[in-house]
């Protein structure tokens, strides 16, 4: 059972679930829509890091034509060149909900960390504009 007063504490998401632990989802302003679907980011990201391959990972929105966002996922190999973009896809596609699966995954040499040693999320969407990643 959470307290009443659990709001006051911080201001982002959880996802509860009966039998188990809350679960933070990450922030409020990192949420996707993608075709009317919340997607968190970090809820990707954690299906992406038990990927036996992947050491780390990002997700980032992406615009697209119909669906408004859609996930993009910027991974970091434990072993390079063993993984393949469409192998990640159907991992995530097998064991994550359909609609936030990464439509795209960039292989990266490392993710971009900002001062308090997080992730650089404006740096690493600025990367995937660069790159020129779309949907």
């Known amino acids: 059972m959470l307290p009443d007063n659990l709001g006051y504490l911080f201001d982002a998401p959880l996802r509860l679930a009966p039998s188990s632990p809350a679960v933070l989802m990450g922030r409020k ?31 980032v929105p992406a615009p697209h034509g119909t669906k408004g966002e859609v996930p993009v996922a910027l991974v970091v190999e434990r072993e390079r060149g063993r ?17 936030a699966h990464p439509r795209r995954v960039v292989f990266v040499e490392a993710l971009p960390l900002g001062g308090t040693g997080k992730l650089d999320r404006t740096a690493l969407k600025a990367q995937a504009r660069e790159l020129g990643v779309r949907a």
Not at 40 to 57: C, F, G, I, M
Not at 83 to 99: F, H, I, M, N, Q
């Open 83 to 99: 993984t393949s973009e469409d192998d990640v896809k159907r991992y995530c596609l097998e064991r994550g909900a359909p609609y």
């Open 29 to 59: 302003d990192d949420m996707m829509n993608v075709a009317g679907e919340n997607v968190y980011p970090k809820e990707v990201e954690d299906l992406l890091l038990r990927h036996p391959n992947l050491r780390d990972a990002c997700v």
